[in-house]
């Protein structure tokens, strides 16, 4: 499942930044999650609690920001936020527009514990 390899990827990105910072434990996850990067929360939420037990992210609780798809217009210049697959602006109209946010998935915070 893809949210398989996704989770073992962030699992490991939490475990360097907590080695980098002499962390014993992370008891928080927090990542934000475009509505457009293909990732079903629900599926993620399960699959970190099942992968987390292995490691450093044990004790962890996974907090998922709902970004929504950010999108600027070219010719109003101004922008739209869509909770759907949806690239128009809401302003003009135009389809003339770059996507600023929400298609991918970020680690923002960890929270760590050090002794
Ligand atoms: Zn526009």
């Known amino acids: 499942m893809h949210e398989y390899s996704i989770v ?3 699992i ?3 475990e360097q930044l907590a080695a980098k910072n002499n962390a014993t434990a992370i008891t928080r996850v927090e990542i934000k999650l475009g509505i457009l ?3 079903e929360p629900g599926l993620l939420s399960t699959a970190f609690d099942t992968f987390k ?3 450093i992210c044990r004790n962890s609780e996974l907090i998922m920001q709902i970004q929504p798809l950010l999108v600027a217009c070219n010719d109003c210049n101004k922008q739209t936020l869509h909770n759907e697959r949806c690239v128009i602006c809401s302003h003009c109209h ?3 527009t770059n996507v600023l946010d929400g298609e991918d998935m970020m680690l923002m915070q960890l929270e760590l514990e050090q002794e």
């Open 8 to 10: 073992t990827a962030l």
């Open 53 to 55: 037990l292995e490691g």
């Open 94 to 96: 135009s389809s003339n």
């Open 12 to 14: 490991e990105q939490c």
């Open 37 to 39: 990067s293909g990732v």
